[in-house]
């Protein structure tokens, strides 16, 4: 899928595929660096951690083994409820485990804090997170973010993983959508 896919509904590319495939290669250097010799679980959180999950993991070097938590904070709609609810929850029991989140986007925070404290009080030996974007304007709470892919504007975006009613996670970049494609 491509903008031109997208039609009128399509807003502006924010990250070009190459852009984030070059920060995914910086990340997972990074990981595999302060990892060494340790085996790390992947968490990756449903749906829309599913491209940087594939692309991430990939270009590690460790030893990964990778698990899916779904958690349900938004809607169709674009504003985050602050609510969390489990979906699915991990097939790995974590107790002693090296645990690497993997997100798609940080906007509010509220997702990840809460995701933070439910698997932290399950014994991990360590939990840390990995996220392709950040919105540093949108934060709520502060949440220690280890990997950050890139830093965005407060805006709704989709792509790469990103939707907006379950649509455009097939875009290979990140972009915006024109106004009128809320309406
Ligand atoms: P938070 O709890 O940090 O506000 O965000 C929780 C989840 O909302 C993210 O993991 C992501 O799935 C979704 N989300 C936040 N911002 C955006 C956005 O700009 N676009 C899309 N498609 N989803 C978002
Ligand atoms: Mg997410």
Redesign the pocket.
Known sequence: MDAADVGADFGRVLKTQAELDQRLEELAQQIDQDYAGRELLLVG?LK?AVMVMADLSRRLHSKVTMDWMAVS??GSG?K?S?VVRILKDLDTDIHGRDVLIV??????????SWLLANLRSRGARSVEVAAMLR?PA?A?VDVDVRYVGFDIPN????GYG???AEHYRNLPFVGTLAPQAYE
Do not use: I, Q, R
């Open positions: 959180v829309g904070s938004y674009t985050s602050g997100e798609d986007v940080v906007d509010s925070g509220l997702t990840l919105k949108a709520k805006e709704f975006v989709v990103l939707d907006f």
